[in-house]
Nanobody, 124 residues
Framework: QVQLEESGGGLVQPGGSLSLSCVVS????????MAWFRQAPGKEREFVAA???????YYADSVKGRFTISVDNVKNAVYLQMNTLKIEDTAVYHC??????????????????WGQGTQVTVSS
């Protein structure tokens, strides 16, 4: 059984930082594309970042230079370091795993497994 469990969300002021974690069981991260998506109230799920085969990284333009995705193959976990947070980064952040290829890496339909999500609120 595949399980993804996120943690690390919370309330932070604009300009602050948060680090999200996603611990994965049931699959080996090296064999999958791992991604972070987010969904704000009333909006569609949005691609944030992905890492393929624990090596190549992809980012949404809105977070490039501020967010960093990484994996720990020993802990079987994926992380999202978020710096210089903005109010518009407020959303529920979900970790996802799937056999996404380069052309589908930003498409949520390419991911089979999802975590429940963790709330990130950026507010003064």
């Amino acid at each position: 059984q595949v399980q993804l469990e996120e943690s690390g969300g919370g309330l932070v002021q604009p300009g602050g930082s948060l680090s999200l974690s996603c611990v994965v069981s049931g699959i080996t991260l090296r064999s999958y594309s791992m991604a972070w998506f987010r969904q704000a109230p009333g909006k569609e799920r949005e691609f944030v970042a992905a890492i393929r085969w624990a090596a190549t990284k992809y980012y949404a333009d809105s977070v490039k230079g501020r967010f960093t995705i990484s994996v720990d193959n020993v802990k079987n976990a994926v992380y999202l370091q978020m710096n210089t947070l903005k109010i518009e980064d407020t959303a529920v952040y979900h970790c996802a795993a799937g056999r996404a290829i380069v052309s589908t890496i930003r498409n949520p339909d390419a991911y089979n497994y999802w975590g429940q999500g963790t709330q990130v609120t950026v507010s003064s």
